[in-house]
């Protein structure tokens, strides 16, 4: 095959039958299958509680399997090499920085692990950031804690891009700052990003792909314009919804009984399919998939 060819094909992560369980407790991941593209922008969605988290370190080698397969860059997690580490950027939820260094300091450790460590990038951010360099980061604040680990995932421009809640202790204006980075100086150089956040407005922005997590799984994952176009809220009695789902060959993602023998079905209709007069459909938001699917 080709190589360029096997280089686009060739999922950045593949994760098949994912389990894993805190010591003795119920399994967080429960045979959870996923892959992301080179180049593709995804949104990871869920409810507090659904494992996004784990979800993001075990495809990262930072927690424990009990079973199934991961793979970034086609190499198992567990045994990843320093060349395919240094692809990956990492965001995490909680900063893990070093709170006895400086931000100048923190940055030049890491700098060292990185061959592709792109030092304009570092300092113009630093700089519009407003980030004292010279300042122990103890003494920084959240959100300049925040966007000096932002600075440190972004300084080696990495092929996987994994955030966790990166934006949460930003105020609106760092919020737009960093997703205006994102799009310009990541996504546009065709980088992998997976982006879980609470904040919809943002992913709405940035992700071009939403993938939705619940009890343990990804229960779907799509383009969100395909998303918006093709699922529709049905209501009507449950033979008229039941029918009409069956005409129009769509997919029942999700079924709600109502009461006197109703029934509400958030259904993906084929594309370009559109309802047949008098159907009870209506179109969707990303916050109505947020708040079925999750």
């Known amino acids: 095959m080709n190589e360029h060819l096997l280089a686009a094909t060739t999922p950045s992560v593949d994760l098949a039958g994912v389990t894993l369980a805190y010591g003795n407790g119920p399994a967080v991941l429960k045979g959870l299958d996923w892959q992301l593209l080179p180049g593709q922008v995804v949104g990871l969605l869920g409810r507090n509680g659904a494992g996004k988290t784990t979800l993001l370190e075990a495809l990262l080698g930072l927690r424990e399997t009990q079973a199934g397969k991961a793979q970034v860059f086609g190499q198992p997690v567990a045994a990843l090499d320093d060349a395919t580490r240094a692809r ?58 925040q966007r000096l680990s932002i600075i440190r995932a972004l ?6 891009l994994v955030l966790d809640e990166p934006v949460a202790s930003l105020d609106p204006a760092g919020r737009r700052d960093f997703l205006r980075e994102l799009v310009e100086q990541v996504i546009e150089r065709g980088t992998t990003v997976v982006f879980s956040t609470h904040i919809l407005s943002d992913l709405e922005r ?12 990804i229960t779907l994952q799509a383009p969100l314009d395909e998303l918006l176009d093709e699922v529709r809220l049905l209501s009507g009695t449950t033979s008229e919804v039941q029918g009409l789902v069956q005409r129009l ?3 029942a993602l999700k079924r709600k009984p109502l009461a006197a023998g109703r029934e509400q079905v958030l259904a993906r209709l084929p594309a370009g399919t559109q309802l047949p007069a008098g159907a009870d459909g209506e179109a ?11």
């Open 88 to 145: 990956i950027g990492y965001v995490p939820q909680q900063s893990d920085l070093f709170d006895s260094f400086t931000a100048d300091q923190l940055l030049r450790y890491f700098r060292s692990f990185y061959p592709r460590w792109n030092q304009a990038k570092v300092d113009g951010l630093m700089s519009r950031w407003d980030i004292n360099r010279h300042q122990r980061i103890a003494k920084l604040s959240g959100g300049q804690q």
């Open 155 to 160: 300084a080696h421009d990495p092929d996987l």
């Open 206 to 217: 940035v992700a071009f792909h939403m993938a939705f997590m619940s009890e343990g799984r």
């Open 249 to 251: 060959g769509a997919t």
């Open 284 to 294: 969707v938001t990303l916050e109505d998939l947020f708040m079925e699917l999750t």
